[in-house]
């Protein structure tokens, strides 16, 4: 299951949601399997997206939390 797509965040992946979305439309192919390079390119793009916000959101966590240590050394030498 996808997130929400219709989400102004997700402008890199705008195209594959089109494709998906007008694949969609067709009526009957997205039962058939027909939607499923779509489907297929989408869920790519929202992985790599995900991937880069996670190494993203790492480093800010290695910045606070050396933030935190010095803060927590300093403490501890008064």
Not at 10 to 18: A, H, K, M
Not at 35 to 48: A, V
Not at 62 to 74: C, F, H, M, V, Y
Request: net charge positive; aromatic share 6%.
């Amino acid at each position: 299951m996808h997130s929400q797509l219709s989400d102004k965040k997700r402008l890199q992946c705008q195209e594959f949601i089109e494709a998906l979305e007008q694949c969609h439309a067709q009526g009957w192919a997205k039962f058939i399997g027909s939607c499923n390079l779509q489907k297929d390119g989408l869920n790519r793009c929202l992985r790599d997206e995900r991937l880069a916000r996670s190494a993203q959101n790492r480093e800010q966590a290695k910045e606070r939390n050396a933030k935190t240590d010095k803060a927590l050394e300093e403490f501890r030498a008064l």
